[in-house]
């Protein structure tokens, strides 16, 4: 019986810790806003909380950031809700993020609307357009050596 008891115990702590970091969407996760920014290649961005840096992020660098990404239907894809803080190399993202990191100051929070050919078009992950919000901390130089 204390057996059972436990792998109930252990079985209702994985649903409620899955739940606790489901992400709810923006409410224009669909299509960006029309006061959204909008570069030449399709990506769209507004600032939801200004940043306090003056250095952007260059593509070969490290990021620290947190993030969550939804489908444009409102399907969270991914997330670093109760991961912590995540470094990552820029580099490695899809190339809409790739973009629009770029634009960011450390401290900024943003929404990007990216277009599938930003998204994952050809790769493993969700069809059609997709929608981050990213919360940028810092941005550094990758040490790693190039291959």
Partial sequence: M??????????LFSVLAAA???????????????????TASGLASKVTKPGTGTQHPKPDELVMMNYTGWSSDG???ETSVGRGVQTISLNTRIPGLVEG????????TRLF???EKLAFSGQKGPKGNVVYEIDLIS?????RPKS
Avoid: C
């Fill in 113 to 115: 609307w990216i277009p």
């Fill in 139 to 143: 941005s550094m130089p990758n040490s």
């Fill in 101 to 108: 990191i770029q634009l960011m100051v450390p401290g900024e």
């Fill in 2 to 11: 204390r057996s059972f008891a436990s792998l109930a115990f252990v079985a």
């Fill in 75 to 77: 399907k969270m894809i």
């Fill in 20 to 38: 606790q970091f489901t992400v709810p969407p923006p409410a224009d996760v669909a299509a960006p806003p029309a006061d959204a920014m909008k």
